[in-house]
Protein backbone atom coordinates (compact mmCIF):
# COMPACT_ATOMS: atom_id res chain seq x y z
CA UNK A 1 0.00 0.00 0.00
CA UNK A 2 1.53 3.39 -1.46
CA UNK A 3 0.87 6.30 0.65
CA UNK A 4 0.39 9.72 -1.24
CA UNK A 5 0.47 13.01 0.31
CA UNK A 6 -2.00 15.12 -0.81
CA UNK A 7 -1.11 18.04 -3.25
CA UNK A 8 -1.28 20.59 -0.66
CA UNK A 9 1.03 18.68 1.32
CA UNK A 10 3.20 18.64 -0.85
CA UNK A 11 3.12 22.22 -2.14
CA UNK A 12 2.98 23.59 1.47
CA UNK A 13 6.50 20.82 1.44
CA UNK A 14 8.07 22.66 -0.92
CA UNK A 15 7.29 26.04 0.49
CA UNK A 16 8.50 25.43 3.73
CA UNK A 17 11.60 24.11 2.46
CA UNK A 18 12.13 27.12 -0.50
CA UNK A 19 11.98 29.38 2.74
CA UNK A 20 13.84 27.75 5.28
CA UNK A 21 16.52 28.00 2.61
CA UNK A 22 15.78 31.24 2.05
CA UNK A 23 16.24 32.45 5.71
CA UNK A 24 19.36 30.55 5.84
CA UNK A 25 20.67 32.11 3.16
CA UNK A 26 19.63 35.54 5.04
CA UNK A 27 21.04 34.43 7.93
CA UNK A 28 24.47 33.98 6.22
CA UNK A 29 24.13 36.91 4.89
CA UNK A 30 23.19 38.73 8.37
CA UNK A 31 26.27 36.84 10.07
CA UNK A 32 28.69 38.26 6.70
CA UNK A 33 27.19 41.26 7.45
CA UNK A 34 28.09 41.05 11.55
CA UNK A 35 31.10 39.74 10.83
CA UNK A 36 32.21 42.42 8.46
CA UNK A 37 31.38 45.09 11.41
CA UNK A 38 32.93 43.72 14.07
CA UNK A 39 36.38 43.17 11.92
CA UNK A 40 35.49 46.80 10.95
CA UNK A 41 35.33 47.62 14.71
CA UNK A 42 38.53 45.63 15.76
CA UNK A 43 40.48 47.31 13.07
CA UNK A 44 39.18 50.72 14.21
CA UNK A 45 40.27 49.64 17.87
CA UNK A 46 43.44 48.65 16.45
CA UNK A 47 44.19 52.33 14.63
CA UNK A 48 43.25 54.19 17.89
CA UNK A 49 45.39 52.50 20.05
CA UNK A 50 48.50 53.10 17.66
CA UNK A 51 47.41 56.70 17.88
CA UNK A 52 46.57 56.67 21.54
CA UNK A 53 49.90 55.08 22.55
CA UNK A 54 51.81 57.95 22.38
CA UNK A 55 49.29 60.42 24.80
CA UNK A 56 47.57 60.89 21.68
CA UNK A 57 43.74 60.80 22.27
CA UNK A 58 41.47 59.70 18.76
CA UNK A 59 37.84 58.31 17.23
CA UNK A 60 38.50 56.50 14.39
CA UNK A 61 35.84 55.47 11.99
CA UNK A 62 35.96 53.05 8.95
CA UNK A 63 32.28 52.95 7.98
CA UNK A 64 32.03 55.65 5.20
CA UNK A 65 34.55 53.44 2.75
CA UNK A 66 37.95 55.29 3.56
CA UNK A 67 39.71 56.09 6.74
CA UNK A 68 38.19 58.97 9.39
CA UNK A 69 40.57 60.09 12.10
CA UNK A 70 40.20 62.53 14.95
CA UNK A 71 41.35 63.86 17.59
CA UNK A 72 44.42 65.18 19.71
CA UNK A 73 48.12 64.20 19.33
CA UNK A 74 50.16 63.92 21.55
CA UNK A 75 51.32 67.29 21.81
CA UNK A 76 46.95 68.38 22.64
CA UNK A 77 47.13 69.31 18.85
CA UNK A 78 43.73 69.22 17.46
CA UNK A 79 43.87 66.61 14.17
CA UNK A 80 41.75 65.23 11.45
CA UNK A 81 42.45 63.23 8.92
CA UNK A 82 40.17 61.87 5.88
CA UNK A 83 42.09 59.25 3.97
CA UNK A 84 40.58 57.61 0.41
CA UNK A 85 36.92 59.34 1.06
CA UNK A 86 37.79 63.04 1.29
CA UNK A 87 35.63 65.20 -1.10
CA UNK A 88 38.38 67.46 -2.05
CA UNK A 89 38.09 70.80 -3.83
CA UNK A 90 39.30 73.22 -5.98
CA UNK A 91 39.36 76.04 -3.76
CA UNK A 92 41.38 73.65 -0.83
CA UNK A 93 43.95 72.99 -3.24
CA UNK A 94 44.32 76.55 -4.88
CA UNK A 95 44.43 75.06 -8.68
CA UNK A 96 41.26 74.37 -10.59
CA UNK A 97 40.30 70.75 -11.71
CA UNK A 98 41.42 70.26 -15.10
CA UNK A 99 38.14 70.98 -17.67
CA UNK A 100 36.18 67.60 -18.28
CA UNK A 101 38.57 65.87 -15.55
CA UNK A 102 36.49 63.88 -12.81
CA UNK A 103 37.37 62.56 -9.10
CA UNK A 104 38.16 59.25 -8.96
CA UNK A 105 36.20 57.59 -6.38
CA UNK A 106 37.99 56.67 -2.97
CA UNK A 107 40.96 59.06 -3.84
CA UNK A 108 40.61 61.89 -2.23
CA UNK A 109 42.59 63.01 1.35
CA UNK A 110 42.31 65.72 3.49
CA UNK A 111 44.51 66.03 6.63
CA UNK A 112 44.59 69.00 9.41
CA UNK A 113 46.81 69.11 12.03
CA UNK A 114 47.33 72.01 14.11
CA UNK A 115 48.26 74.54 11.59
CA UNK A 116 49.61 71.75 8.79
CA UNK A 117 47.18 71.02 6.38
CA UNK A 118 47.18 69.14 3.23
CA UNK A 119 44.78 68.32 0.38
CA UNK A 120 45.29 65.54 -2.55
CA UNK A 121 42.73 64.25 -5.13
CA UNK A 122 43.23 62.10 -8.00
CA UNK A 123 41.73 62.99 -10.88
CA UNK A 124 40.81 61.44 -14.15
CA UNK A 125 40.46 62.86 -17.94
CA UNK A 126 40.01 61.51 -21.55
CA UNK A 127 42.63 64.35 -22.66
CA UNK A 128 46.42 63.32 -23.15
CA UNK A 129 48.89 63.69 -20.66
CA UNK A 130 50.84 66.37 -22.80
CA UNK A 131 48.08 68.65 -23.14
CA UNK A 132 46.82 68.75 -19.43
CA UNK A 133 50.66 69.33 -18.39
CA UNK A 134 50.62 72.09 -20.74
CA UNK A 135 46.78 73.40 -19.31
CA UNK A 136 48.33 72.94 -15.89
CA UNK A 137 51.75 74.89 -16.65
CA UNK A 138 49.57 77.61 -17.78
CA UNK A 139 47.72 77.71 -14.44
CA UNK A 140 50.74 78.11 -12.41
CA UNK A 141 52.80 80.59 -14.33
CA UNK A 142 53.66 83.63 -12.73
CA UNK A 143 52.68 81.78 -9.32
CA UNK A 144 56.35 80.77 -8.63
CA UNK A 145 57.64 83.76 -7.78
CA UNK A 146 59.86 83.81 -4.34
CA UNK A 147 59.30 79.67 -4.39
CA UNK A 148 61.14 76.94 -5.83
CA UNK A 149 60.09 75.80 -8.54
CA UNK A 150 60.48 72.20 -10.46
CA UNK A 151 58.95 71.13 -14.01
CA UNK A 152 60.40 67.74 -14.94
CA UNK A 153 59.32 64.88 -16.84
CA UNK A 154 60.43 61.46 -17.56
CA UNK A 155 59.24 58.17 -18.46
CA UNK A 156 55.83 59.84 -19.49
CA UNK A 157 55.26 61.11 -16.22
CA UNK A 158 54.67 64.79 -15.43
CA UNK A 159 56.25 66.65 -12.01
CA UNK A 160 54.87 70.46 -11.33
CA UNK A 161 55.58 71.58 -7.89
CA UNK A 162 55.97 74.88 -6.41
CA UNK A 163 57.11 75.46 -2.76
CA UNK A 164 57.10 78.38 -1.01
CA UNK A 165 58.89 78.51 2.47
CA UNK A 166 57.68 82.06 4.02
CA UNK A 167 55.53 83.50 4.98
CA UNK A 168 54.46 80.06 5.85
CA UNK A 169 55.70 77.03 4.07
CA UNK A 170 53.58 75.90 1.23
CA UNK A 171 53.75 73.59 -1.33
CA UNK A 172 51.51 72.94 -4.91
CA UNK A 173 51.77 69.44 -6.75
CA UNK A 174 50.98 68.38 -10.20
CA UNK A 175 51.62 65.12 -11.52
CA UNK A 176 50.15 63.61 -14.52
CA UNK A 177 50.72 60.49 -15.72
CA UNK A 178 49.09 58.35 -18.83
CA UNK A 179 45.80 56.34 -17.87
CA UNK A 180 46.78 52.99 -17.22
CA UNK A 181 43.58 52.14 -19.09
CA UNK A 182 42.31 53.52 -22.32
CA UNK A 183 43.95 56.62 -23.13
CA UNK A 184 43.52 59.89 -21.24
CA UNK A 185 45.23 61.00 -18.36
CA UNK A 186 45.49 60.41 -14.11
CA UNK A 187 45.95 63.72 -12.65
CA UNK A 188 46.97 63.84 -8.78
CA UNK A 189 46.58 67.57 -7.50
CA UNK A 190 48.12 68.20 -3.74
CA UNK A 191 48.07 71.39 -1.66
CA UNK A 192 50.01 71.50 1.76
CA UNK A 193 50.74 74.66 4.35
CA UNK A 194 51.01 75.73 7.34
CA UNK A 195 54.00 77.21 9.82
Given at each position: ??????????????????????????????????????????????????????????????????????????????????????????????????????????????????????????????????????????????????????????????????????????????????????????????HSSGK
Amino acid sequence: MSTRLPRTALLTTALAATLCTGLLAGCGKVADSVSEAASEKAAEKMIEAQINQNGGNAKVDLSSGGVTAEGTDENGKAFKMEMGNAKVTEQELGLPFYPGAQPVADKGTRMRNGEMTMATVELSSDAEPQKVAEWYRGQLKGRGEGATVVDSSSNGELQLMIVRDKPVQESMQVHVTAASEGGGSTITLMHSSGK
